[in-house]
Every structure is written in structure tokens, then in C-alpha cells.
């Protein structure tokens, strides 16, 4: 398995950037998907809060990632693992990576817009309200709340998706791809 090189590697901030989205956003699914079976209870209106708190964090972390992925070029994949790749899955990166991109948008202010349609404000963290992205109006907060549901959905079928893929790469083509997101030092 070769080792990724300083130039191969992604950067320290990109990397940070990755795991943190990576752990808030699968903790987040599986959180929001856990409070939504749970009976109506001042337990649940809790959770609620908790949720809308970490999709306004994973909203700002993703803003952070896309401003550097904006400002920072990602490392080239080596010539070689580039060369045994087959079209397909170059096609399938990029488009999975585009994809996961415009949903972790998405979904947190699909979600906003879903609790300021349904009159229900984000207080972050309780202690900064944000301001209503939409205003109060119950019939665009049904019409909003399945949206939300699906693109979340979406988002975690893409990111197991995107393990799936890292996965294969490390255990079945042994082609050092993961190691380029792992924190440590390069080669």
C-alpha cells in the first residue's frame, strides 16, 4: 500500500474538516432519526432543540469546509491509483462528492426553513436566536417537512456511499486512498 506524500495528502484543516463533519453528521442522522419514533414528551421538544442546535453547527462547519475546499485545491490523486481507476468511478468521485456538498446545504436549511415555517424559532445553543429564514405559515411547513426528511435520507445514503467507497479502496484495491484523509504525518 503505498504511503501518500505531503503533495498527495490532503491538508491538516481539510482533513480536520472531514472527520468533524463526518462524526456530526452521522451522530446527527442517527440522532434525528432516533427522536422522531419517540412519543410526544418535554424529552422529545429537547431533542428537538438539540437537533436544530447541531444542524445550525453542521450548516456553519460545512460553510467553513466549502470556503476552504474553495480557497485550497485538493491534493491530485498519484498518477498511478488515477490511472488504474477506471472512468465509472472518477465520474461516480466527483459526483457523490458534488452531491454530499449541496446536501449538507441542504438539509440543515431545509430544516430551518421547516421549524421557522412551522413558528417554531432556533435558539443556538439557547442562547442566539436566528432569524426566521421563511415566515410562519403551516402549509408551507407540511410541504417542507418531507423535503427535509428525504434530503436527509439522501445524505445519509451518500455517505455510505462514500465509506463504502473508501472501504474498497482500502481493503480490496490496497491503493493507500484512505490514507490521505487520515490525521498523522506524510510520507
Known amino acids: 500500500m503505498p504511503t501518500p506524500t505531503a503533495s498527495t495528502r490532503y491538508s491538516l484543516p481539510a482533513i ?12 446527527l442522522l442517527a440522532f434525528g432519526w432516533y427522536m422522531t419514533g419517540l412519543p410526544f414528551s418535554p424529552a422529545r421538544l429537547k431533542y428537538y432543540n438539540w437537533h436544530k442546535w447541531a ?3 453542521i450548516l456553519v462547519l460545512s460553510l467553513l469546509r466549502l470556503v476552504w475546499r474553495l480557497t ?9 491509483m488515477a490511472a488504474g481507476m477506471p ?10 462528492h458534488h452531491l454530499l456538498y449541496l446536501l ?11 421549524s421557522s ?18 415566515p410562519a405559515d403551516p402549509a ?11 434530503s436527509a435520507y439522501t445524505l445519509a445514503a451518500l455517505i ?19 490514507r490521505r484523509m487520515l490525521p498523522g504525518k506524510a510520507a
Open 87 to 96: 472512468r465509472w468511478q472518477h465520474l461516480a468521485h466527483h459526483g457523490v
Open 140 to 150: 408551507l411547513a407540511e410541504a417542507l417537512k418531507p423535503w427535509h426528511m428525504i
Open 55 to 57: 444542524g445550525v453547527t
Open 16 to 27: 480536520a474538516l472531514h472527520w468533524l463533519l463526518a462524526v456530526g453528521l452521522i451522530g
Open 160 to 178: 455510505a456511499l462514500h465509506i463504502a467507497a473508501a472501504l474498497k479502496h482500502q481493503f480490496i484495491d490496497r491503493d493507500g486512498l484512505l
Open 117 to 134: 415555517a412551522a413558528g417554531f424559532p432556533i435558539v443556538w445553543f439557547g442562547l442566539w436566536q436566528l432569524p426566521n429564514f421563511v
Open 104 to 114: 449538507f446545504f441542504a438539509v440543515p436549511l431545509l430544516g430551518w426553513a421547516y
Open 72 to 80: 485550497h485545491r485538493p491534493p491530485a490523486l498519484p498518477a498511478a
